[in-house]
């Protein structure tokens, strides 16, 4: 493990020399990860992006990407855009990025199932807001607004999440 690796530990994850409150998906963590089970996947996973809603908050970083309208994640098991970023008009079965809820105004994309993603094994496996302290996800990880943004900032290159 390096400084910048973020573990999830029963008492939430450690990161950058303090543990920050987090709720997983109400499945537990696996390691046989599916589709629509609610379970947050483990192993170790790079950070390999940052969305964000510009309509509700400042760029937080350089590297965030702005949630557009009509921004869109495939969670479509059968197609060849499974577990990637597409756009409106989509046919297929997938999650709206920019939610009425503020759920995804911050969003940590994680390396799970991507960026050739194997059908079933799960999509959309995200660092994301909660919706109250201790409500499950339905397989990321998720924090306090505030600790979120700080966590976005304190991001490096090589962060990875840990899932044990």
Known sequence: MTRW???????????????????IGRGGATSDKREGDGATPRGVHRIVGLLYRPDRMAR??????????????????GHEDYNLMVRAPYPH????????????DLV??????????????????????WRRPGFPTEGCVAFRREHLRQIAGLIRYETRLIVP
Not at 5 to 23: E, I, K, S
Not at 60 to 77: M, Q, T
Not at 108 to 124: C, K, M, Q, V, Y
């Open 93 to 104: 079965s997938h999650e709206t990025l920019r939610r009425a809820d503020p759920l995804y």
């Open 108 to 129: 940590l994309i994680t390396d799970w199932n991507w960026p050739r993603a194997e059908s079933g094994r799960g999509s959309a496996i995200f660092l994301h807001q």
């Open 60 to 77: 937080p970083v350089d590297w965030a990407v702005p949630i557009r309208p009509g921004d869109l994640w495939s969670d479509d098991a």
């Open 5 to 23: 690796d973020m573990v999830l530990t029963p008492r939430g994850v450690r990161f950058a020399g303090r543990y920050w409150p987090c709720t």
